[in-house]
């Protein structure tokens, strides 16, 4: 399960198909069956109200489980994959639209509106805030930029480069030991052995791009992060093989360092190839695609894009426990999603932003 539309080099043909899906039909919501294969841990369960259904889905705006309609923050974007709040501002980093019309880069939303800062890589993945920087990994690059004037930011500076046959950097943040964690991405890779540079890692670096280490293994594909208060060991968003299993699942992670999550040789389908891997936190469906992550107190928030099942955000404990759908009736597959201030921020393959307060 790779991200919705957002790598064409990684991008997998069923969310391919969903994003047309629903984009031309606005497709009811697949049955959440909770029967799993006998040798897979059981998917989280999960409460998904009855007011999920898509059925109504041209008649109704974005709106969360309890009918607080969601706020527009802005509009007119190509595929929205992370966020940072910095300098008083809110910024998006953009993948662009898979029709060429909307270039990807780094933004700056305001008032409904979204304005492209210059100087930004045409497709940018991951993307945090650190100590008046603004840090953002593109295909091959990491880089951070300094003080902002309103307008733009008037330093950029490249921190990494990575070596031939990368496939690709995923999403960054830091941990409270003011380190910087990335993700590797899959590339055109799916299952099976792999001798691409970092593949199937995330590495950590020093604020200022030096002191590489790899921080964890064995992990298809570490789209996005969180990192509780005060700690280094983030959550993350995991998407499991496409081809060559029977329903993998997919995951959320806690990740500490030296953690070895055991893929290709294991993707959770078979217990007797993972012994001695680390334990994901959190099975997922087969193709649920949970993308990004944000922490509102005690409760971990995750989009899911809509591969299978209708976008929709959902949150769970810190434990991965007690999972509930919390917002629904997108109108494309979800991607980005970050938390601040008591809100939940996210966006769409459409180009749409909007945030929410969760229901008491």
Known sequence: ?????????????????????????????????????????????????????????????????GHQRLQVVAAGLGIPTAFAFGAGHLFESDD??????????????????????????????????????LYLSSYSQLQRWGAFNG???????????????????????FGANGRLYVGIGAGGYDHGPTHYPFALEMLTFTATGGDRRVFARGIRQPWQMTFPAGSSSPFVSDLGQDVGATRPPDFVLRAHEGDNFGFWRCNWTVLSACHGDTRPLVFLKPHTDAMGLGIIG???????????FAPSVVSMTLRGTGIRTEAIDFPAPLVGLTTHAGWVYVGASDGHVWRFRPDA
């Open 298 to 308: 005690s409760r971990l928030y995750a989009s899911e894009s809509g591969a299978v």
């Open 151 to 173: 307008s733009r930011f008037t330093v950029h500076q490249t921190l990494y480069t990575a070596p031939p046959n990368f496939t690709g950097f995923d999403g960054i943040g």
């Open 96 to 133: 662009g639209n898979r029709a060429g019309t909307q270039a990807g880069g780094v933004f700056v939303l305001s008032n409904g509106h979204a304005r492209r800062l210059p100087g930004a890589p045409p497709r940018v993945f991951g993307l945090a805030w650190h100590h008046g920087w």
């Open 1 to 65: 399960m790779v991200a919705a539309g957002v790598h064409t080099r990684i991008m997998k043909p069923l969310l391919a198909a969903a994003i047309l899906a629903l984009a031309t039909c606005g497709s009811a919501e697949a049955t959440r069956s909770t029967s799993t294969s006998t040798s897979t841990p059981a998917a989280s369960p999960r409460t998904t109200p009855a007011t999920s259904s898509r059925t109504t889905q041209a008649l109704l705006p974005p709106q969360t489980v």
